[in-house]
């Protein structure tokens, strides 16, 4: 990393990072119980079960981002070009792990606690942007492949307390819960699949278009299924579970252009 203005940056940035892993670690330890106590008082226990798995899944995430900012850190330090691109990562686990926590606690008049580390991690992400020297356009269709990757994980969430919430009751079609159950963990796999295409991108490396194919389909897949299948036992003309399929639908037609070819496999996507 040649300028020595963008190496200061990241630095500072970096040491952000770490204390920003931290802060999310105890936020969401103190807020943990009394989330799954409020899900409980109100009658949801379901919500309650996806709360306790998700909250020590994001907690654990957010240790390993402070942890990557280290290794960032270190890149910076020593003028690593790959730096950026693992700060980005680092901050994308963050936004995931701050934003996600704040729709239970809102959903039961809580404060949104981990709502300073989603915004923190927005900083720190535009700062690798910037850091990285990272053009425009690569920027705007990263951040909304940032979108459907949160958005993936958020269905996966929502699987879980579904399938809770239906339980065994003898009035509804078995194959609704069996559907909840079979395609859970494929909107986690998916959402995973974003971020490491969204790397790639950073990369320009060719075998991100048909990664990101394979992300768009799945969060499609999922989506509209995941849809169907709610619309189908609560009824109504809209679900939750759509924004993630209808997002991945746009970037999939993006992808599949000649434009889309050339931003991620030949344009200079950052500093190298």
Known sequence: ??????????????????????????????NYMIVVDGKIAGGRPDEAIAVEITHSILGSLGIIASALWAAVLYGFRNNQQWAWRWG???????????FFPTIPAKSI???????????????????????GQVNRKVIAFT???????????????AVISRYQHLGFE????KVLKGMYA??????????????????LVFRHRKWALPLGIMAAANSILSGYTLAIVELTEKGGVFSLYLPAAVIATGLLIYILTPHAKTLIEEQKAGVE
Do not use: E, H, R
């Not at 940056?9 to 330890?29: D, E, H, K, N």
């Not at 951040?143 to 969430?157: D, K, M, S």
């Not at 003898?170 to 079609?173: L, S, V």
């Open 143 to 157: 951040f909304v492949a940032g979108l459907a990757y949160v958005l993936t994980y958020i269905n996966g969430v």
């Open 1 to 30: 990393m040649k300028n020595f203005s963008y190496k200061n940056i990241g630095i500072i940035l970096s040491i952000a990072g770490i204390f920003t892993g931290l802060l999310l670690f105890y936020l969401l330890a103190q």
């Open 109 to 131: 008049d809580l404060p949104a606690a981990t709502m300073p580390v989603f915004i923190i991690a927005l900083v720190l992400w535009f700062g690798m942007m910037y850091a």
């Open 170 to 173: 003898t009035d509804i079609p």
């Open 182 to 199: 079979v395609v859970q963990m494929s909107t986690w796999m998916g959402a995973a699949t974003w971020l490491v295409f969204i790397y």
């Open 88 to 98: 980005a990562v680092a901050s994308a686990l963050q936004m995931l792990a701050g």
